[in-house]
């Protein structure tokens, strides 16, 4: 339950912050060189950096289930990609479709915890 716990946090955390980003990304005068775009950016990167590595650390919880454990490691994997397109200043299309395999990253843990029984609260 710890590992979940650790990983409901950094998954909260992580959307919390990409959120503004996302958000710049659907207006009309969204770019990069947007000063707003800019500070978002950066604010969604670090904690998708910090998210992943809190995920990599709750798929190493010694006692966790590897079928839950895998899909954690997918999702930090997912997030680290996100975050790569994001500071390459890739395309709405590239960061979209990262974002969308992030999301189903997120849909496979939630599935992986539910079949073990596994909570998912944040502490």
Known sequence: ???????????????????????????PDWNYANPTVRSANVTGRTALREAARAALSAADTPGLQSDVAAPIRVW??????LLVNMFLHRSNDAV???????????????????KAGTPAVPS
Not at 76 to 81: E, G
Request: hydrophobic residues 45%; proline residues 0%.
């Open 1 to 27: 339950a710890a590992a979940c716990s650790q990983f409901a946090n950094a998954l909260d955390s992580a959307a919390v912050n990409y959120s503004d980003f996302a958000a710049g990304m659907s207006s």
């Open 76 to 81: 930090s994997t997912r997030a680290a990609k």
């Open 96 to 114: 979209d479709t990262a974002a969308t395999e992030l999301n189903e990253a997120t849909y496979n843990v939630q599935l992986a915890r539910a």
